[in-house]
């Protein structure tokens, strides 16, 4: 039986259900019949600016029903979507969109203080192909231009959506992680992949009819695309968003709308710990709030279910594979707060060691081969792919777990040097690539610092130049942001050394500075030491 699309599940609820909410979020909403008829507009107008099928077409647009209407109508116009978080900066941009070949940019009239114009030229200028960009406004219109000529809108005749749909196994959309590497990979995904999670998250919580979810993670990551994009469409429900994370304002929508299941990353339900509107509202209606993205706190968990009255469940999993594991609302409570869930139906797992080989025991790196992975890898990266599949197939984790014989899995570890920071993986890598190229900076090592509400926030410890006699954070900062990196780069916290530790084989010994950083730390955000 052939998997329907999310745009003929669409079609259908605009038939069943027209006037029922599909979409809400300050400013805007859309009922199932607009969500429709705006995705069948949208996608015609795509059709008229010249996308062919399998083009590729840049979304870069905060979260609300305008972004998942430009999905709907680029999967019914046959052109491949390169979701880009809001927050990335001008080289990610740049980066993603060269990567992909996408020649058009569908972006709000201003972002990051930027026209739409100025954006797009300086998206060309850093070396994309970029033809066209398109500013989508608060109404759902979509004006476009010519970037030779990006004060004159081009004219566009509606063209003709026969035989353009994406079926669910095809490619749909390439998303970028930072793995371990400060270069953002593309992710190849399917449709197939994430109504395969949504599945997942039906058995584990009963997710169906009658529901109402409010996604607060952003539409182009894996949590943000299975709860925001496919679960609605699967059961013609309600969902509701937030186009810049507010905790306040979270919790006056779950009361508002009758919220049922929530999914947000640990930092974003922490900050709505914190909140006084907490105590305010009645949140009586939430019955599951689906969190992670870093580790979850058992305790700060059962803070939650105690103030809500709802369960806490996570999936365990990557963009490049999909679930590994997952907790359900039938798991014993230690189970469901003290592990990553079990094993998810339909998936086959290996456990590697550090050679990797196949791991004698319960414990190593997870390699999956599942509906999640089918379809999946890299976009145009020959070298990752092989870094990510193993030579029998498997789709590699970038942690060390163990399995319990009821397949419960524990994550003790990790294979990579990442930090978490409110749910996003961010290279240490990168953020010391970034940070040497400073002209203060000799030698430059990025580490986790732990955090209560975060999980973790990036420390820079660096060596100065011979002659040079400080360097404060906000000069740190500064310079990034200059050389358009990403927010979730800058370090949060400087220390400078005489000289940075090292092991045995002359790498730097990331334990020892680790192990030290909370006393270097105890004044502030900066620390200087010899």
């Known amino acids: 039986m052939t998997e329907a699309t999310v745009s003929e599940r669409v079609r259908r609820h605009a038939a069943e259900r027209p006037d029922d909410l599909a979409y809400v979020a300050t400013g805007r909403a859309l009922t199932w019949a607009e969500y429709d008829a705006v995705g069948d507009r949208l996608a015609r107008e795509l059709v008229g600016l010249g996308l062919a099928a399998g083009d590729r077409v840049a979304v870069y647009l905060p979260d609300g029903p305008g972004l998942h209407a430009v999905y709907l109508a680029a999967e019914r116009a046959g052109a491949i979507l390169v979701g880009i978080p809001e927050r990335a900066g001008d080289r990610e941009l740049i980066h993603l969109v060269t990567r992909t070949g996408a020649t058009l940019l569908v972006c709000p009239p201003e972002a990051r203080g930027r026209t739409a114009a100025e954006l797009a030229t300086v998206v060309r200028e850093g070396g994309a192909p970029l033809e066209r960009f398109a500013m989508l406004d608060d109404d759902v219109q979509l004006r476009a231009y010519d970037l030779d000529d990006p004060s004159t809108p081009v004219p566009v005749e509606p063209g003709d959506l026969a035989g353009r749909q994406i079926a669910t196994d095809e490619l749909w959309l390439l998303n970028s992680t930072s793995g371990t590497t400060g270069v953002p990979k593309c992710v190849k995904q399917t449709q197939n992949r994430w109504l395969y999670l949504v599945r997942t998250a039906v058995q584990a919580s009963g997710l169906g009819p009658g529901d109402t979810v409010m996604s607060l993670v952003p539409g182009p990551f894996g949590f943000g695309l299975w709860s925001a994009h496919f679960a609605p469409a699967m059961f013609g429900i309600p969902c509701v968003l937030q186009p810049r994370f507010d905790a306040d304002a979270a919790l006056r929508a779950i009361a508002e709308h009758r919220v049922t299941v929530l999914a947000c990353v640990t930092t974003q339900f922490q900050l709505m710990l914190a909140s006084p509107v907490m105590d305010e509202v009645d949140l009586s209606s939430l019955r599951v709030l689906y969190t992670g993205g870093e580790a979850v706190g058992a305790e700060r968990a059962k803070e939650w279910e105690r103030r ?34 079990r094993v998810v139906e339909g998936l086959d797992y290996r456990l590697y060691d550090d050679l990797g080989q196949p791991a004698p025991g319960r414990t190593g790196q997870p390699g999956a081969i599942s509906p999640g992975t089918a379809g999946g890898g890299y976009w145009g990266d020959d070298e990752a792919n092989a870094a990510l599949v193993t030579a029998d197939g498997y789709f590699l984790m ?13 994550i003790t570890g990790r294979k990579s040097d990442i930090i978490i920071r409110g749910g996003k993986n961010i290279s240490a890598a990168a953020v010391e690539a970034d940070v040497a190229r400073h002209p203060a900076v000799a030698m430059a090592a990025a580490v986790a610092v732990s955090d209560d509400v975060f999980g973790e926030r990036v420390c820079a410890v660096v060596v100065l130049r011979p002659g040079v006699e400080s360097l404060s954070l906000d000069e740190l900062v500064g310079f990034l942001a200059a050389e358009g990196v990403s927010k979730e780069y800058f370090p949060e916290h400087l220390v400078i050394l005489e000289e940075l530790p090292q092991s045995m084989g002359g790498k730097i010994a990331k334990a020892d500075l680790r192990a030290r950083l909370p006393q270097l730390l105890a004044g502030g955000r900066d620390a200087v030491t010899g």
């Open 308 to 341: 809500t009255g709802s369960k806490v469940l996570q999936f365990y999993g990557s963009n490049e594979i999909g679930p590994f594991s997952c907790t359900s609302l039938d798991d014993p409570d230690d189970l469901r707060l003290g592990t990553v869930g």
């Open 398 to 410: 970038p942690d060390v777990v163990t399995v319990d014989e009821a397949g419960y899995v524990t």
